[in-house]
Nanobody, 127 residues
Framework: QLQLVESGGGLVPPGGSLRLICAAS????????VGWFRQAPGKEREGVSV??????????NYADSVKGRFTISRDNAENKVYLQMSRLKPEDTGVYYC??????????????????WGQGTQVTVSS
């Protein structure tokens, strides 16, 4: 069974850090791009970051709102992708999802570009 599972979410004060983990089972992430998306209550799901598959040198991209604060990485041996989030802000609150697919470089932030999705993990930034 092909599955993505996110973990690492939680409640953190503003300025804090969290590391999200996306673990795959039933298939290899090696040649897939893996994106992180988030969805706040009442808002559309938005792309946060992406890391390319091994075939394209694992290039990365970030939404402007998280550049310099979030770092995406992957460990193909562990079949996992990580999102290190630092200097968190209340506006970073939402459910974070990871997704695997083969987006074009200019559609990495488009939900429809991905084939497999996890169930999400809640991130709440609040004092």
């Amino acid at each position: 069974q092909l599955q993505l599972v996110e973990s690492g979410g939680g409640l953190v004060p503003p300025g804090g850090s969290l590391r999200l983990i996306c673990a795959a089972s039933g298939f290899s992430l090696d040649y897939y791009a893996v994106g992180w998306f988030r969805q706040a209550p009442g808002k559309e799901r938005e792309g946060v970051s992406v890391i390319g598959g091994s075939g394209v040198g694992s290039n990365t991209n970030y939404a402007d709102s998280v550049k310099g604060r979030f770092t995406i990485s992957r460990d193909n041996a562990e079949n996992k992708v990580y999102l290190q989030m630092s200097r968190l802000k209340p506006e970073d609150t939402g459910v974070y999802y990871c997704a695997a697919g083969s987006p074009y470089s200019y559609t990495w932030h488009v939900v429809e570009s991905y084939d497999y999705w996890g169930q999400g993990t809640q991130v709440t930034v609040s004092s």
